[in-house]
């Protein structure tokens, strides 16, 4: 898109002469640069304040052996090197790649589902599409702790309808079970994730012009093929993008397993911001370890980063 | 050989009807159990006498958050949080994000995509760095501290959706304001901000939702219940134990409530706001 040109306009020459005393300051206001400057001020003390430095500061900060509110002292790689031996650390990373793929690709598919039902017509369509996108709306902790609730050993829901039905002698333990408990977190992921993915297809759906599938049809595709051929090539640029800004927010997302599971039963959903706040938070306040958890995995988020950083402003139309 | 297209399609909408059942199943079960769980006694959430149905539904559990706990100190604190950030990064989001969009200087590129970025980044990366910043500052326990820390995120997002909505708002219009008299300043709020209404209300709505789901920063930066919000603040009463299901599901549904509701009503323009820059993923 063209960038914005700004004409700088002349101030009437009736208002020059009359010399009031705010002329010249609202003629510097009037410059682009100063204002400019002026109101982003603000934004830029924001950006420095709360991301650039405490970023940097993160970064000096896995050098350091360091608790809260104390200054830290120098000790090299030492961070680094332990981390890299220890057993839990290298569980975390399998643990974070396993989750994010398989939560990311759950809610991948299971969107692009939601989205194709919702743009086919029906009655009382519009009502669907939102009642289906409610679990995005709801803030993370409720349902985290809702579904806690669901997957309760002796009471919850799951146990309960399972027993009833005859179905299991012993209730399971869903969130205990250390082959089920990875797979019971997935689910909640994927139940309050998917909306997300569904209005982003959805709205990648409805600009998908209509004479394309109808000149289709007369050269006679059937629907498979104009899935194919029109449906998956046109969306394409919305699944990169929903699937990058999920696979950051999905890794990074802390409060699913620290309310589900606190990265338990022996670590099999310890992934690493829980494993980080773990090292910096619990007991031993290690800040510089858990920060080192945060800093390694940053390079494979920052591919993302830059990439999405780029498509959101060509988007917007930006320069 | 292939069937008809219409056929095809008669087909596929049986499928999708079906599919469409699952799907409001899979969405619907987990909230009617919250909400069931929030109405019945003891004695039918637990043991052989378990209920899925509340057979005599009460509201003994909303009672009992209300008397029993500090849950409206919760309320009033992401309230206040809610709001406080909500207006702070608005004000500095349209004057940033006007600069942006309309004033040419060097160096705006590269101030975008640094706002951009920031957003992207996540608070789990922050969240160790920020805990020590905090502490130093004594903005720990500190409702002031949260609404600072939540500019973070809010402003670069609130730059970037305003940024993209002063865009549309044609030139000319403001150019003509300007031949009138107007000032840079004036145009922007007599001319842009009446225009961008729409962006406004999905910035409010995503500031505000994002403090009051915030969950991260509030937890590790808060120690004592005086400045606890809602999120952290439940799961709290979870880890103390002796606060059990019933009176937790009903300030669950309490809390999930106020997002909901706004995001029902201001759904057109949100899932227009979102459907590239989604908050949660």
Partial sequence: MAT??????????????????????????????????????????????????????????????????????????????????????????????????????????????????????????????????????????????????????????????????????????????????????????????TPFFTMSFLAGLQAIPKELYEAAEIDGASVLQQFSYITLPRLRPIFISAVMLSAILTSAGIQFVLILTNGGPSDRTMIFPVLAYHLALGGAQRLGMGAAVSLVFFPILVVFIVFLTRRMLREKGGD | MAMRVNTQRRVFQGVGNGALLLMVLWTAIPFYWMVATSLKHDKEIYGYEATLIPERPTLDNYATVFRETPYLLFLRNSLAVAAGSTLLSMIIAVLGAYAIARLNFPGRALLARGLVFTYLVPTSLLFIPMFAMMSVLRLTDSLHGLIIAYLGFDVPFCTWLLMGYFRSVPVELEEAARVDGCNRVSALVRIVLPMSLPALVVVTFFSFTHAWNEFLYAHVFTSTTSARTVTTGLVNFMSQDVFFWGPLMASTVMSALPPVLMFLVFQRWVVKGLTLGGVKG
């Fill in chain 1, 4 to 193: 914005t040109t700004t004409v700088s306009l002349p101030i009437p020459s009736s208002r020059r002469g009359l010399g009031w005393r705010g002329d010249r300051i609202s003629r510097l206001l009037m410059r682009d640069r100063t204002l400019g400057y002026l109101f982003l001020f603000p934004a830029i003390l924001v950006i420095v304040g709360l991301v650039a430095y405490p970023f940097a500061s993160a970064i000096v900060m896995t050098f350091q052996e360091k608790t809260a509110g104390a200054p830290g002292r120098f000790i090299g790689l030492d961070n680094y090197r332990e981390l890299f031996s220890s057993e839990q650390f290298l569980r975390a990373v399998v643990n974070t790649v396993a989750y994010t793929a398989i939560g990311v690709g759950l809610k991948f598919v299971l969107g692009l589902g939601m989205a194709l039902v919702l743009n086919q017509e029906r009655f009382c369509n519009n009502l669907f599409r939102s009642f289906l996108l409610v679990p995005w709306a709801i803030p993370t902790v409720m349902s985290a702790l809702n579904w806690r609730w669901i997957f309760d050993d002796a009471s919850g829901l799951i146990n309960n309808v399972l027993v009833r039905l005859n179905l299991i002698e012993e209730t399971i333990s869903w969130l205990s079970d250390p082959h089920l408990a990875m797979l019971s977190v997935i689910v909640v992921v994927v139940w309050q994730g």
